[in-house]
Protein backbone atom coordinates (compact mmCIF):
# COMPACT_ATOMS: atom_id res chain seq x y z
CA UNK A 1 0.00 0.00 0.00
CA UNK A 2 1.12 3.79 -0.85
CA UNK A 3 0.30 6.42 0.88
CA UNK A 4 0.14 10.11 -0.56
CA UNK A 5 3.35 10.98 1.27
CA UNK A 6 5.52 7.83 -0.73
CA UNK A 7 5.59 10.02 -3.99
CA UNK A 8 7.61 12.73 -4.86
CA UNK A 9 4.81 15.94 -5.49
CA UNK A 10 6.90 16.42 -8.32
CA UNK A 11 6.03 13.03 -10.05
CA UNK A 12 2.34 13.75 -9.24
CA UNK A 13 -0.34 10.80 -8.22
CA UNK A 14 -2.61 9.43 -11.31
CA UNK A 15 -6.03 9.52 -10.03
CA UNK A 16 -9.52 8.32 -10.93
CA UNK A 17 -13.12 9.99 -9.51
CA UNK A 18 -15.60 7.06 -9.97
CA UNK A 19 -19.17 9.19 -9.03
CA UNK A 20 -17.67 12.20 -10.80
CA UNK A 21 -21.18 12.95 -12.52
CA UNK A 22 -22.66 13.85 -8.68
CA UNK A 23 -22.18 16.47 -6.66
CA UNK A 24 -20.16 15.19 -4.29
CA UNK A 25 -17.70 14.06 -7.10
CA UNK A 26 -17.94 17.25 -8.96
CA UNK A 27 -16.83 19.44 -6.00
CA UNK A 28 -14.79 16.31 -5.31
CA UNK A 29 -13.08 17.09 -8.69
CA UNK A 30 -12.57 20.98 -8.28
CA UNK A 31 -10.87 20.42 -5.81
CA UNK A 32 -8.17 17.86 -6.86
CA UNK A 33 -7.64 20.61 -9.75
CA UNK A 34 -6.12 23.18 -7.36
CA UNK A 35 -3.91 20.72 -6.10
CA UNK A 36 -0.67 20.57 -7.47
CA UNK A 37 0.51 16.69 -6.70
CA UNK A 38 -2.71 15.45 -8.50
CA UNK A 39 -3.26 14.63 -12.22
CA UNK A 40 -6.90 13.60 -13.07
CA UNK A 41 -6.51 10.94 -15.06
CA UNK A 42 -10.41 8.99 -15.52
CA UNK A 43 -13.69 9.93 -14.09
CA UNK A 44 -16.17 6.88 -13.88
CA UNK A 45 -20.40 7.18 -13.39
CA UNK A 46 -22.96 5.04 -14.28
CA UNK A 47 -25.90 6.90 -15.99
CA UNK A 48 -23.78 9.83 -17.32
CA UNK A 49 -21.34 7.54 -18.87
CA UNK A 50 -20.12 9.23 -22.51
CA UNK A 51 -20.46 12.83 -21.10
CA UNK A 52 -18.11 15.15 -20.63
CA UNK A 53 -17.14 16.53 -16.87
CA UNK A 54 -18.56 19.89 -19.01
CA UNK A 55 -21.85 18.64 -19.81
CA UNK A 56 -22.70 17.55 -16.58
CA UNK A 57 -20.47 20.26 -14.36
CA UNK A 58 -21.06 23.50 -16.28
CA UNK A 59 -18.98 24.87 -13.75
CA UNK A 60 -15.95 23.19 -14.90
CA UNK A 61 -16.29 24.06 -18.81
CA UNK A 62 -12.85 26.20 -19.30
CA UNK A 63 -10.97 23.88 -16.98
CA UNK A 64 -7.54 21.17 -18.07
CA UNK A 65 -10.47 18.24 -17.35
CA UNK A 66 -13.60 19.85 -19.01
CA UNK A 67 -12.96 17.44 -21.81
CA UNK A 68 -12.81 14.21 -19.84
CA UNK A 69 -15.45 11.69 -21.24
CA UNK A 70 -16.91 10.25 -17.83
CA UNK A 71 -16.34 6.34 -18.90
CA UNK A 72 -18.85 3.66 -17.47
CA UNK A 73 -17.78 2.61 -13.91
CA UNK A 74 -16.04 -0.44 -14.12
CA UNK A 75 -13.22 0.96 -17.04
CA UNK A 76 -11.54 3.80 -15.34
CA UNK A 77 -8.19 2.23 -15.98
CA UNK A 78 -5.21 2.01 -13.94
CA UNK A 79 -4.69 5.31 -11.86
CA UNK A 80 -2.73 5.32 -8.36
CA UNK A 81 -5.48 6.37 -6.46
CA UNK A 82 -9.22 6.30 -6.82
CA UNK A 83 -11.48 8.05 -4.81
CA UNK A 84 -15.07 6.81 -4.50
CA UNK A 85 -17.85 9.38 -4.57
CA UNK A 86 -20.77 7.05 -4.93
CA UNK A 87 -23.36 6.85 -2.35
CA UNK A 88 -22.41 4.57 0.56
CA UNK A 89 -23.45 1.25 -0.10
CA UNK A 90 -22.50 1.08 -3.85
CA UNK A 91 -19.07 2.81 -2.95
CA UNK A 92 -18.79 -0.58 -0.37
CA UNK A 93 -19.58 -2.61 -2.79
CA UNK A 94 -17.05 -1.51 -5.41
CA UNK A 95 -13.99 -1.07 -3.33
CA UNK A 96 -12.97 -4.70 -3.35
CA UNK A 97 -12.33 -5.24 -6.71
CA UNK A 98 -10.08 -1.99 -6.58
Known sequence: MHLMHDYPMSEGL??????????SGGELVRLLLG????SLEAVGGASSAGSTLADVHPHLAGTAVAD????????VGRTD???????????AELAPSL
Open 14 to 23: RVAVIGASGY
Open 35 to 38: HPGV
Open 68 to 75: LVIAPVAD
Open 81 to 91: VVFLALPHGRS
